[in-house]
């Protein structure tokens, strides 16, 4: 039973993981990456790592996610340029996907990470997300903060790349400092006119 469960939530997350880089709409894109994070919590449940599980679903879907889905709709994407050059570029796309499953077979395959070269690790009492804690600010803690600081430089060149010079809102304090009243408030006098009925209008 755990087999198929496993095979049933990874050919779920390969097909989201799929939809992200082939669907044309970018929120419909962060939605299967929703999919995609909830079918890899899955996993890592079956693989007993539940602090890695609920930190994914509450941080990246929770947090990070939202984010994304906040500066995607607000941003003003012209869908029609991604729609551009889809089919041209897609054989090569292809290609290159092949050619990193392989590659990654032949590196990671069960040859080089099977139980043989790495033992199953022993029952311990401690907690994994006590483990997992004092690994990660004691012997990794320059890649982890490396990393920090990767994600926020990508978020941040996102940002820039999307943002399109002539569509781009710039305010001048100087100049907001400056406004008056009459510059805001015109007030217009009409004269009043009588209607056939005797009424002013």
């Known amino acids: 039973m755990e087999k198929i469960l496993f095979y049933c939530f990874a050919a779920i997350l390969l097909f989201a993981a799929t939809m992200v880089i082939t669907v044309r709409n970018p929120v419909r894109a962060a939605l299967f990456l929703v999919l995609a994070f909830f079918t890899s919590a899955a996993i890592w449940l079956m693989l007993e790592a539940e602090f890695l599980a609920i930190t994914l679903v509450l ?3 929770g947090a990070v996610l939202v984010l994304f889905m906040f500066v995607v709709m607000m941003l003003d994407i012209d869908t029609s340029s991604l729609k551009e050059g889809f089919s041209r ?3 090569l796309g292809l290609f290159v996907a092949v050619l990193i499953v392989l ?6 395959g ?3 990470f099977g139980l043989e070269q790495f033992p199953a690790p022993e029952a ?4 994994n997300t006590k483990v997992l804690g004092r690994l990660l600010y004691t012997v990794y803690v320059y890649p982890f903060e490396i990393a920090s600081v990767i994600l926020t430089v990508a978020i941040v ?9 002539h569509k781009r809102k710039t305010q001048d304090p100087a100049q907001q400092v400056k406004v008056r009243s009459k510059d805001r408030v015109r007030l217009v ?3 009043s006119e009588k209607r056939q009925d005797g009424k002013s209008s």
């Open 110 to 112: 069960a040859a080089n």
């Open 124 to 127: 311990s009492t401690e907690s």
């Open 157 to 165: 060149a996102a940002i820039m790349l999307t943002l399109r010079p």
């Open 89 to 91: 570029y897609l054989p």
């Open 189 to 191: 006098k009409m004269a």
């Open 103 to 108: 590659e990654l077979i032949a590196v990671l």
């Open 59 to 61: 941080v990246y879907v």
